[in-house]
């Protein structure tokens, strides 16, 4: 078979190119592999067969190239060999050489019963610990032992894909370790055991997994410990085609991957062959190795969290919205609107009258193709049957008795845009249907006139009511509700993402001070203490109403509780330790006076609101704000 090397990981992932003649790798077009790589040099580097080897050459690039996680100028590649360039890594085949990727981790139940075991304690590590490296004997391989680590640890300390470090890493280890099979298993975030696709077995091939005792590697993780065992590693399974088909572990290591004092996976090495055994100097070697790739598959997985977290801030930066709010649940209605928006599917706006439908939808045109084109709203409750029909169609001259010339309606006016209908469920049934054959056929006729008008409008609804429910109740029609509910975002009340409240409020006071030319440097601590304990039925348009109030009626440079509506300081908290204040005294004399009443009235509202000399609408609100209820209850028992 032709040799080949083989894309493990980075842009080419996959992919597979011949090695026949010179191989050159880099970022220029002109190379036989091209990288679009900034870490790549234009020319890189290359692979040249001489009297059957094949040559791997540095061809001086700023970044290096890496054989099994070594950087190096030249050298004869083996089969199995992993060189890594830039973000990429390759794995060098020939003849029938394994494709690493293919390979597997077989967790299996064992026994090790009478093998030669060694366990070393973290603090048994004498590469992690300097004080201990003066009592390492043989000089010559203590030299050799920290030449290696001081390159794997240059190597790994720039890597920032984990699935590459982990790759690069085993290429590493079976560079200074003579292992035939190995795996780096990291911990899932869901289970306690550990599972990982990255499994090289340089012997038997790739159609053979990788087999790691389940016990072995679920004791390294729990006690933290490295573990060298010698002729005994069992299966405890009878299937005797499990035992035909795998030769058992002559010698193994497993060492836990620590950061921050956690264990991240292991790594688990072996040899089926018994002139090759393990040796405690091998131990210590791949735990050191093991303390680096910690560090670094930490700081990767950082690396990586930090990339997806920067990409969605650019996300939501490049989202032309006039929204606030950063909470969760806003976030999610941003990341919506983005994924929606280049699309031409008609969108249904539920949630609460003043949670910012409309605001959402023209979000929605601003991210679109057809940003260009008018946005046009109509509000379905404003308007008679009449009015309505001929604002949203036209109608022609002659029409009705005022119509004494022709009138474009909304869908025409909106060629090319979109058309957002505000409390789509308030259409009478007649306009419903006329609205549907517009959806259907995309065409529509003027009031008073003949002749079909053809558009392009994409269509944007909303309601603060549940259309399902009319559907039933047959107050909406159901074929509607179909055509308009093919996507659909519910916008969540303000109660439900309530630490933004901060943000809008200070947003609405800039605002609203600016227009009446006052200077305000903030909101109060107490007043914020207000503002978050009210739970805002009229939702952000009500806050921003009792926003603009404060600041017309404040005196101060900062809004303070005496600003805010009523209803709002009616259900402020009490003030701490029992300590009086104005705004508490007044809510607490407010509750005696209603109690009071309402024993004199013999627990009846319109009486209560008689004496108290209040509306009884009025009266069911403040028993509401000051949470009363169950107070009035347990007097109405008694």
Not at 2 to 11: M, N, W
Not at 21 to 46: F, K, M, Q
Not at 271 to 276: L, V
Request: proline share 5%; hydrophobic share 40%; charged share 25%.
């Amino acid at each position: 078979m032709q040799p080949k090397l083989a894309v493990l990981s980075g842009p080419l992932r996959k992919s597979e190119f011949p090695v026949a003649g010179v191989l050159s790798i880099g970022r220029n077009a002109s190379n036989s592999i091209c990288l679009e790589d900034i870490s790549v040099s234009p020319s890189h580097c290359r692979i040249a067969s001489d009297n059957e080897r094949f040559l791997l050459t540095d061809l001086d690039s700023e970044s290096g190239t890496f054989v099994n996680g070594i950087p190096v100028k030249q050298r004869v590649l083996a089969p199995g060999d992993q060189i890594a360039i830039g973000a990429s890594l390759f794995v060098f085949e020939v003849e029938r050489s394994p494709a690493p990727a293919r390979s597997a981790v077989q967790l299996d139940e064992d026994s090790t019963d009478g093998a030669q075991v060694e366990q070393l304690r973290p603090d048994e590590l004498l590469y992690l610990h300097p004080d201990c490296l003066a009592a390492l004997p043989q000089p010559e391989r203590l030299a050799r032992a920290l030449s290696t680590l001081l390159k794997i640890s240059t190597a790994i300390g720039s890597i920032r894909d984990v699935e590459s470090l982990q790759w690069q890493l085993l290429g590493m280890i079976f560079d200074v370790i003579p292992a035939e099979r190995g795996a780096v298993l990291l911990v899932e975030d869901s289970g306690e055991d550990a599972a990982s696709p990255v499994a090289w077995d340089r012997v038997a091939g790739p159609d053979h997994p990788v087999h790691v005792s389940r016990a072995l590697a679920r004791r390294v993780i729990n006690e933290g410990i490295s573990v060298l065992e010698n002729e005994g590693l069992k299966l405890a399974a009878t299937d005797s085609a499990i035992l035909s088909r795998s030769k058992l572990a002559h010698s193994l290591l497993c060492v836990p991957l620590i950061a921050g004092g956690r264990v991240l996976g292991v790594i688990y090495v072996d040899s089926c062959n018994p002139a090759t055994t393990f040796s405690k100097d091998d131990l210590q070697l791949l735990a050191a190795i093991a303390g680096l790739a910690g560090i670094a598959i930490e700081n990767a997985r950082q690396f990586e969290r930090l990339g997806i977290e920067n990409q969605q801030l650019r996300t939501e930066v490049s989202l032309q919205h006039d929204m606030a709010g950063q909470s969760p649940r806003m976030r999610e209605v941003y990341q919506f609107i983005e994924r929606v928006a280049p699309s031409e599917s008609t969108v249904l706006i539920c949630g609460e009258s003043g949670t910012g439908k409309e605001l959402a939808a023209r979000a929605m045109h601003k991210n679109s193709p057809r940003k260009d084109q008018p946005f046009m709203a109509l509000n379905c409750a404003a308007l008679t049957e009449t009015l309505l029909e001929s604002e949203l169609f036209g109608h022609e001259k002659g029409a009705f008795t005022s119509a004494i010339c022709q009138k474009k309606g909304l869908l025409e006016v909106a060629e090319g845009g979109t058309v957002f209908l505000d409390e789509v469920a308030e259409l009478p049934l007649t306009l419903q249907a006329k609205l549907l054959r517009v959806l259907q056929e995309r065409e529509f006729v003027r009031v008073g006139g003949t002749r079909s008008i053809k558009i392009n409008v994409r269509f944007v609804a909303a309601t603060n009511k549940d259309l399902q429910k009319a559907v039933r109740e047959e107050k909406f029609r159901g074929d509607l509700f179909h055509r308009l509910n093919v996507i659909s975002l519910t916008l969540p009340a303000l109660r439900e993402h309530a630490e933004d409240i901060p943000l809008l409020a200070e947003l609405f006071v800039v605002r609203n001070a600016k227009k009446c030319n006052r200077g305000i440097k903030g909101i109060s601590p107490q007043a914020r203490a207000c503002l978050m304990r009210y739970d805002w039925p009229g939702n952000i348009r009500e806050l921003e109403n009792a926003m603009e109030r404060a600041v017309v009626i404040g005196s101060s440079d900062f809004i303070l509780p005496e600003d805010l509506p009523e209803a709002v300081l009616e259900t402020a908290p009490s003030s701490e330790a029992g300590q009086a204040n104005y705004h508490g005294a007044i809510r607490d004399l407010k509750k005696q006076l209603i109690l009071s009443a309402w024993e004199q009235s013999g627990d009846s509202f319109t009486e209560a609101a008689k004496i108290l000399g209040v509306h009884p609408n009025y009266l069911h609100r403040l028993i509401r704000n000051l949470d009363l209820r169950v107070a009035l209850k347990k007097n109405a028992r008694a």
